[in-house]
């Protein structure tokens, strides 16, 4: 990320100098090769640049200034197509200064070379123009080599300036002799282009800023553009409001946009440059031979930063918006941590879900095993004794008439055991398809309990249980199924048989629950004295299959789906089985049912509330 940012604010910088220079090298093109301007042409090439330029409103004054010519500068005006002399602005004081103190310079450095083809006697000049060109060196506003002084022997380069403060651009446009030879003196025509801040302000650095430090949604950065000088800091552009203000905010990272790219980039850090190479006259060609072979082709320039005692410095820092890359990287490693940690846990509990996948299927594949055992052995059971009364009476062995009626009624009670396993089966089978369809209606609770004991009389009788009957007078007629109702009392009450024990006993009861006087609710109860449930077994009764290793054990037969298929009857008319149980003191079923006429109220009141609420399909 560190080097991510240096690389944005390098491409921020570069291009920013690429914007200036293009709009800086397009106006100077227009000017005569002279150095003089013809104001049409001007006009005409100037209008061609802004009709291209991608900020046409970047230039906003142009002035013209010949060091030995008037004090005052031209300043272009394009609306008007001429060039008038004004005065020199107030912030253009020090810019003027060090563009004499070029001037200077480069008249030195050429009294100079004039010098070394003179007579003996001009050797004070020679020593007095050197000692004055040491003095502007030393001075800071004029560099050594890098700065512009001379490559070798060659012509003077005189370097292209900005100074942040205004911001300005100045190019020196030619080198030409004033009027009097005799003097060697040279003349420089600057070129100054007064850059409009505003522009700068809310186009270029807001374009270059979404460029390089846009992320997924916005910038990841606050970017800033503040000029620094002995007086403090000051904002020229920021991306959020009060963002670069203070001056105790710690960056991330901060570049020049002039100049050295790190540091203040003072007068003694010299200035990152291509000096343009002036032209010399006519009667310096015998030495430009030898000075051109030492500089080579003439480069595009690039800007000297311009530094003074109260110069500003342009830098532009970013931070992130976290507070800081660090903080940025804490916060992304922290991320990655927590999604690291919930990918494993999604992985710990997917591997959970698995193997309690894994084990529920085992124990269903076990229970099934059993169930097909149990229905097997239930099966096989009745068929057998079945089997054998049919041989008996077909080999002859039954002989009188009594034995042969005992025959025949064992062979009912076995076929009807059997017809009643089938039944279950399918039902149950039937149940786990698809829901089955009861014809709700008032059921009688007295008849049903009636048929229910009927139907499992020989199975009681068999078995020696003494049923009690405890039905409350006056109950009213329940909401359900008639035959649903049967077919789950006699699941009930043959369970109490099966698991009674030695107590031989059970008890079909029902009561009335009231509500403010009123009955909401009746409770149908099948009740043992037998072996119980135990609390860790009593929660797996009403799956299917589900038998009790103690019971499996003990011999007795079962296929695990009674209970089951009486809680999916229950529940499918509107009501609950509930179980309760102790080990040793017996079992207590309850089929909880709504009284018929509550059960229609509340029906009605459902149509109602559908049909009270407003149809917005159409």
Same mark, same amino acid.
């Given at each position: 990320?560190?080097?991510?940012? +240096?690389?944005?604010?390098?491409?921020?910088?570069?291009?920013?100098?690429?914007?200036?220079?293009?709009?800086?090298?397009?106006?100077?093109?227009?000017?005569?090769?002279?150095?003089?301007?013809?104001?049409?042409?001007?006009?005409?090439?100037?209008?061609?640049?802004?009709?291209?330029?991608?900020?046409?409103?970047?230039?906003?004054?142009?002035?013209?200034?010949?060091?030995?010519?008037?004090?005052?500068?031209?300043?272009?005006?394009?609306?008007?197509? +001429?060039?008038?002399?004004?005065?020199?602005?107030?912030?253009?004081?020090?810019?003027?200064?060090?563009?004499?103190?070029?001037?200077?310079?480069?008249?030195?450095?050429?009294?100079?070379?004039?010098?070394?083809?003179?007579?003996?006697?001009?050797?004070?000049?020679?020593?007095?123009?050197?000692?004055?060109?040491?003095?502007?060196?030393?001075?800071?506003?004029?560099?050594?080599?890098?700065?512009?002084?001379?490559?070798?022997?060659?012509?003077?380069?005189?370097?292209?300036?900005?100074?942040?403060?205004?911001?300005?651009?100045?190019?020196?446009?030619?080198?030409?002799?004033?009027?009097?030879?005799?003097?060697?003196?040279?003349?420089?025509?600057?070129?100054?282009?007064?850059?409009?801040?505003?522009?700068?302000?809310?186009?270029?650095?807001?374009?270059?800023?979404?460029?390089?430090?846009?992320?997924?949604?916005?910038?990841?950065?606050?970017?800033?553009?503040?000029?620094?000088?002995?007086?403090?800091?000051?904002?020229?552009?920021?991306?959020?409001?009060?963002?670069?203000?203070?001056?105790?905010?710690?960056?991330?990272?901060?570049?020049?946009?002039?100049?050295?790219?790190?540091?203040?980039?003072?007068?003694?850090?010299?200035?990152?440059?291509?000096?343009?190479?002036?032209?010399?006259?006519?009667?310096?060609?015998?030495?430009?031979?030898?000075?051109?072979?030492?500089?080579?082709?003439?480069?595009?320039?690039?800007?000297? *930063?311009?530094?003074?005692?109260?110069?500003?410095?342009?830098?532009?820092?970013?931070?992130?918006?976290?507070?800081?890359?660090?903080?940025?990287?804490?916060?992304?490693?922290?991320?990655?941590?927590?999604?690291?940690?919930?990918?494993?846990?999604?992985?710990?509990?997917?591997?959970?879900?698995?193997?309690?996948?894994?084990?529920?299927?085992?124990?269903?594949?076990?229970?099934?095993?059993?169930?097909?055992?149990?229905?097997?052995?239930?099966?096989?059971?009745?068929?057998?004794?079945?089997?054998?009364?049919?041989?008996?009476?077909?080999?002859?062995?039954?002989?009188?008439?009594?034995?042969?009626?005992?025959?025949?009624?064992?062979?009912?009670? +076995?076929?009807?055991?059997?017809?009643?396993?089938?039944?279950?089966?399918?039902?149950?089978?039937?149940?786990?398809?698809?829901?089955?369809?009861?014809?709700?209606?008032?059921?009688?609770?007295?008849?049903?309990?009636?048929?229910?004991?009927?139907?499992?009389?020989?199975?009681?009788?068999?078995?020696?249980?003494?049923?009690?009957?405890?039905?409350?007078?006056?109950?009213?007629?329940?909401?359900?199924?008639?035959?649903?109702? *049967?077919?789950?009392?006699?699941?009930?009450?043959?369970?109490?048989?099966?698991?009674?024990?030695?107590?031989?006993?059970?008890?079909?009861?029902?009561?009335?629950?009231?509500?403010?006087?009123?009955?909401?609710?009746?409770?149908?109860?099948?009740?043992? %004295?037998?072996?119980?449930?135990?609390?860790?077994?009593?929660?797996?009764?009403?799956?299917?299959?589900?038998?009790?290793?103690?019971?499996?054990?003990?011999?007795?037969?079962?296929?695990?789906?009674?209970?089951?298929?009486?809680? %999916?009857?229950?529940?499918?008319?509107?009501?609950?089985?509930?179980?309760?149980?102790?080990?040793?003191?017996?079992?207590?079923?309850?089929?909880?049912?709504?009284?018929?006429?509550?059960?229609?109220?509340?029906?009605?009141?459902?149509?109602?509330?559908?049909?009270?609420?407003?149809?917005?399909?159409?």
């Amino acid at each position: 990320m560190q080097t991510n940012l +240096q690389v944005a604010l390098m491409g921020f910088r570069m291009d920013f100098a690429r914007e200036l220079g293009t709009a800086g090298m397009e106006i100077r093109s227009a000017l005569d090769p002279s150095g003089t301007i013809n104001p049409a042409q001007f006009s005409q090439q100037f209008q061609h640049w802004q009709q291209t330029a991608a900020h046409p409103n970047l230039v906003e004054h142009i002035y013209v200034w010949q060091d030995h010519g008037s004090d005052q500068p031209l300043r272009f005006d394009p609306g008007r197509e +001429q060039l008038e002399h004004v005065a020199w602005p107030t912030e253009f004081d020090s810019l003027r200064q060090h563009l004499q103190e070029v001037s200077l310079f480069a008249a030195l450095h050429l009294q100079e070379r004039q010098a070394d083809g003179r007579d003996t006697r001009l050797g004070h000049e020679q020593t007095s123009a050197q000692s004055d060109r040491d003095h502007f060196r030393a001075s800071g506003h004029i560099g050594g080599r890098r700065g512009g002084a001379s490559h070798g022997r060659g012509d003077f380069l005189v370097p292209l300036a900005v100074d942040q403060s205004i911001p300005a651009l100045a190019y020196p446009v030619r080198q030409h002799a004033m009027a009097d030879q005799r003097s060697g003196d040279r003349a420089i025509t600057w070129l100054i282009i007064q850059l409009n801040k505003s522009v700068l302000q809310k186009e270029i650095f807001p374009e270059l800023a979404q460029k390089y430090f846009r992320g997924q949604f916005g910038l990841n950065y606050h970017v800033a553009v503040r000029a620094s000088d002995k007086a403090g800091e000051q904002v020229v552009y920021a991306s959020d409001a009060g963002f670069g203000g203070d001056d105790s905010q710690q960056m991330d990272a901060s570049l020049n946009l002039f100049g050295p790219p790190m540091g203040r980039g003072g007068p003694n850090m010299g200035p990152e440059m291509f000096l343009a190479p002036m032209r010399s006259s006519s009667n310096d060609r015998s030495m430009q031979g030898e000075d051109r072979r030492a500089t080579g082709p003439e480069r595009l320039p690039r800007l000297e *930063v311009f530094h003074s005692g109260d110069q500003s410095v342009w830098q532009v820092v970013a931070k992130h918006k976290s507070g800081s890359v660090e903080a940025a990287v804490s916060g992304l490693r922290r991320r990655n941590l927590m999604a690291s940690f919930a990918v494993l846990v999604l992985l710990g509990l997917t591997m959970a879900l698995i193997i309690i996948a894994s084990q529920r299927a085992r124990r269903l594949a076990r229970l099934q095993m059993d169930f097909v055992t149990g229905v097997s052995h239930e099966l096989r059971t009745p068929l057998a004794v079945i089997s054998s009364a049919a041989e008996n009476i077909a080999h002859g062995v039954v002989e009188d008439k009594q034995q042969l009626v005992r025959y025949g009624n064992t062979i009912v009670k +076995q076929t009807r055991q059997l017809t009643q396993l089938v039944e279950q089966v399918l039902l149950f089978a039937a149940t786990q398809q698809a829901p089955r369809n009861h014809n709700l209606g008032p059921v009688n609770l007295y008849g049903a309990v009636e048929a229910a004991l009927e139907g499992t009389a020989t199975t009681v009788a068999a078995a020696g249980v003494t049923v009690e009957r405890r039905i409350e007078s006056g109950l009213p007629a329940v909401s359900a199924d008639f035959n649903g109702l *049967v077919q789950s009392l006699q699941n009930l009450i043959v369970n109490a048989v099966k698991y009674g024990g030695d107590s031989r006993w059970l008890r079909v009861a029902a009561e009335a629950v009231k509500e403010k006087g009123q009955t909401k609710e009746i409770i149908l109860s099948v009740e043992d %004295k037998g072996i119980g449930i135990s609390k860790d077994e009593i929660k797996h009764i009403f799956e299917p299959f589900y038998r009790s290793p103690a019971i499996a054990e003990s011999g007795i037969h079962g296929t695990g789906l009674g209970l089951p298929l009486a809680r %999916k009857i229950v529940e499918a008319m509107g009501g609950q089985l509930t179980a309760e149980s102790e080990v040793g003191k017996g079992s207590l079923f309850s089929i909880h049912l709504q009284v018929a006429g509550e059960r229609a109220t509340q029906e009605q009141q459902h149509a109602a509330d559908r049909h009270a609420e407003p149809d917005f399909s159409s």
